[in-house]
């Protein structure tokens, strides 16, 4: 009666055994699927996070840009008014000028001529009185 005790321990011994041996087996073969399940998502998790750093990073350096562009063309704009306005001052000073050039030549042309017409009619006076004299 010992013996078949002792043997059916024995069997409870083994069987219990193997059964620690396969769900060890069975523990290992979960742990190893899970593992491996952690760390594709923690690639793709890596893999999006660094898809975002680089969106965030593309999207600061086109608003970087847009700003470089925008201030350009600020700074362009101000030029370009600053130029038509010195332009504008140019042309005005040239025109006063030019005016009071052609103004004192008008009045030079009007002095000479004036000058040639009291001649003519200085002339034309002699030229009468001479004729009066004459008759």
């Known amino acids: 009666h010992e013996r078949e005790h002792d043997r059916e321990i024995s069997e409870l011994i083994t069987k219990h055994k193997e059964e620690m041996e396969k769900l060890s087996a069975e523990l290992n073969k979960e742990q190893q699927h899970l593992l491996a399940e ?15 750093a680089q ?43 030019l005016r009071e050039m052609l103004n004192d030549k008008r009045a030079q042309e009007v002095a000479i001529l004036q000058s040639r017409h009291q001649l003519e009619w200085e002339k034309i006076k002699e030229q009468c009185l001479k004729e009066k004299e004459d008759l």
């Open 38 to 52: 952690l760390r594709q998502q923690m690639a793709a998790t890596h893999k999006a996070e660094i898809e975002q």
């Open 55 to 97: 969106l965030q990073s593309q999207t600061l350096h086109n608003l970087e840009l847009e700003t470089l562009r925008l201030s350009l063309n600020n700074m362009h704009t101000s030029q370009l008014e600053l130029t038509q306005s010195n332009l504008r001052k140019e042309k005005e000073t040239a025109l006063v000028e």
